[in-house]
């Protein structure tokens, strides 16, 4: 992921300081780079929140979220990383606690001799608080690019629905360019997620199969060992359509269905993935019962242990028809892929936590070989985003002996198998471009309101038509049997992501 180039020197305000994502995941990452000396040679980190604390309890608070959180097993920079943060309480409902942030950040400035204006706003916060503050940084000047450029990360989920993102982009809009604003998907910032790109683009035994002709369905999954814990009341407002397909899924889907880019740029990448979202098959509400399954884990044991299904977590409504797991089939209308079916499934409490992406290919024309199906020998290229992160093609060979008995086999790569690989947490990742000013992984929002509106149909369906089930699955199950009847064929399944589980509940082995 990385170069020796630093970004520019800046500040970086981080609203929600005291919060769970920048415990776990934002401040272990700027750490992270600390260590691998690719921060800027001066950057002041400021985290704001409600929070009364000093500058000192807040770094304390973090270097203990570092050693807590953090993946390096050399802490030796903790104390050097932490004399780079500072607090500032804040009320983002009053415009004089964003003067006063005006304030302290230029007096940090000139304190610390940064030499320019440039500034990134992470907005680590509810989404309901993003238009206050984009808006209250804008009153008090912030956004001002005359002394330096200044970026807006947005968390997910950029609005609740189609009318909602439209409605926080437009507020966004009236005082922020689209080049200052990064919808930060995490998901993007994977490593595999990014080598779907090199895979496909510099590899001439893969991009000329990369079409109907030879592929004959693509397959998604993105499974959850755990339930939604202390988050019954987040999710029963969202659901896995919109936590995980709206964003995650497709954006994956777009990666893995692009054209070829003219360049590897932001704009030409963001240009070629928007345009698959773009011709996604719309669904109609009406048929949107067909192909698309939602389910929801009920109560069962798993491993000896009771585990309690959704219904009776906390903050849950008990007649709750939010969807803990949610399958589709879709198809994208180009020349590329027309009619070749793509299927999606996630899910929480499945037995095992997993994202792979599998391209299944067609099989031969002609069945020369005895076989028990038309597909038991069909190759597969599978890549896994999480864990055991690699790549894997299976394929026929004859098994030793008489006659010609087949036996799938596996051709394998494992980002672990490279001694000097690290494989870096897709926050530094993302961190680091946008410090760059690279938007390449950040969504644009015409990708972000094509997602939307796909699934639009989908959510109205499933909200306004009491017949359309919610079907149980046991915690602990890869969800309802029904999701098998979406792949069309009868005597093909979803792909079992892990036949041999290791001794470790949480690993499942490519």
Same mark, same amino acid.
């Given at each position: 992921m990385m170069n020796n180039n630093k970004p520019d020197n800046l500040v970086l305000v981080i609203f929600g300081a005291t919060?769970?994502?920048?415990?776990?995941?934002?401040? /272990? @990452? =700027?750490?992270?780079?600390?260590?691998?000396? !690719?921060?800027?040679?001066? #950057?002041?980190?400021?985290?704001? +929140?409600?929070?009364?604390?000093?500058?000192?309890?807040?770094?304390?608070?973090?270097?203990?979220?570092i050693q807590k959180f953090s993946k390096e097993k050399d802490l030796s920079k903790v104390e050097a990383f932490v004399s780079r943060l500072f607090y500032q309480r804040e009320n983002p409902s009053e415009l004089r606690g964003f003067l006063i942030l005006g304030e302290r950040l230029e007096s940090?400035?000139?304190?610390?001799?940064?030499?320019?204006?440039?500034?990134?706003?992470?907005?680590?916060?509810? /989404? @309901? =608080?993003?238009?206050?503050?984009?808006?209250? !940084?804008?009153?008090?000047? #912030?956004?001002?690019?005359?002394? +330096?450029?200044?970026?807006?990360?947005?968390?997910k989920p950029f609005g609740y629905d189609f009318e909602s993102a439209e409605k926080l982009n437009a507020s966004l809009?009236?005082?922020?360019?689209?080049?200052?604003?990064?919808?930060?998907?995490?998901?993007?910032?994977?490593?595999?997620?990014?080598?779907?790109?090199?895979?496909r683009f510099s590899n001439g035994i893969f991009e000329p199969l990369w079409n109907?002709?030879?592929?004959?369905?693509?397959?998604?999954?993105?499974?959850?060992?755990?339930?939604?814990?202390?988050?019954?009341?987040?999710?029963?407002?969202?659901?896995? #359509?919109?936590?995980?397909?709206?964003?995650?899924?497709?954006?994956?889907?777009?990666?893995?269905?692009?054209?070829?880019?003219?360049?590897?740029?932001?704009?030409?990448i963001r240009n070629e993935t928007v345009k698959v979202l773009q011709s996604l098959r719309p669904i109609t509400e009406e048929k949107a019962g067909s192909v698309a399954i939602r389910g929801q884990y009920v109560g069962s044991q798993i491993r000896g242990k009771n585990v309690k299904g959704y219904r009776e977590e906390d903050r849950v409504d008990p007649a709750s028809k939010t969807e803990t797991y949610a399958a589709l089939k879709f198809y994208i209308d180009n020349w590329r892929w027309g009619g070749v079916p793509f299927y999606i499934r996630t899910g929480k409490h499945l037995p095992i936590r997993v994202t792979e992406a599998v391209i299944h290919f067609k099989p031969t024309p002609h069945h020369l070989f005895a076989q028990k199906g038309p597909c038991d020998t069909c190759n597969q290229l599978i890549i896994?985003?999480?864990?055991?992160?690699?790549?894997?093609?299976?394929?026929?060979?004859?098994?030793?002996?008489?006659?010609?008995?087949?036996?799938?086999?596996?051709?394998?790569?494992?980002?672990?198998?490279?001694?000097?690989?690290?494989?870096?947490?897709?926050?530094?990742?993302?961190?680091?471009d946008s410090m760059a000013g690279d938007s390449t992984l950040f969504a644009r929002i015409d990708a972000v309101m094509a997602a939307w509106k796909f699934i639009a149909p989908i959510?109205?369906?499933?909200?306004?038509?009491?017949?359309?089930?919610?079907?149980?699955?046991?915690?602990?199950?890869?969800?309802?049997?029904?999701?098998?009847?979406?792949?069309?064929?009868?005597?093909?399944?979803?792909?079992?992501?892990?036949?041999?589980?290791?001794?470790?509940?949480?690993?499942?082995?490519?």
């Open positions: 919060g769970d994502l920048n415990k776990r995941k934002l401040i /272990p @990452s =700027l750490f992270a780079l600390e260590v691998l000396n !690719l921060l800027p040679e001066k #950057l002041v980190i400021v985290g704001s +929140g409600r929070t009364v604390l000093t500058d000192e309890e807040f770094r304390q608070s973090m270097a203990i979220a940090l400035r000139q304190q610390l001799g940064i030499g320019n204006h440039n500034t990134i706003f992470y907005l680590s916060t509810p /989404p @309901s =608080l993003y238009q206050i503050i984009a808006q209250g !940084l804008a009153d008090a000047g #912030l956004n001002n690019e005359e002394k +330096g450029w200044k970026r807006l990360i947005v968390e809009q009236q005082n922020w360019n689209e080049n200052q604003i990064y919808r930060i998907d995490h998901y993007l910032g994977k490593e595999t997620v990014q080598n779907v790109l090199v895979t109907r002709n030879f592929i004959h369905h693509v397959e998604i999954t993105s499974a959850e060992n755990f339930g939604v814990g202390q988050r019954g009341g987040y999710y029963e407002e969202s659901g896995a #359509l919109r936590d995980m397909i709206q964003n995650h899924l497709l954006q994956l889907v777009s990666l893995i269905a692009m054209e070829p880019p003219a360049s590897i740029d932001a704009d030409a896994r985003i999480q864990p055991d992160e690699g790549m894997l093609i299976r394929f026929a060979m004859k098994t030793p002996g008489a006659g010609f008995h087949l036996e799938n086999v596996s051709m394998d790569f494992h980002y672990s198998d490279l001694s000097h690989a690290r494989i870096p947490d897709a926050y530094e990742r993302l961190l680091l959510l109205n369906a499933w909200k306004n038509n009491p017949d359309i089930p919610v079907y149980g699955y046991p915690a602990g199950s890869w969800g309802p049997d029904v999701a098998d009847s979406l792949i069309e064929e009868p005597e093909m399944t979803w792909r079992h992501p892990c036949p041999a589980l290791t001794g470790d509940d949480n690993f499942c082995k490519l």
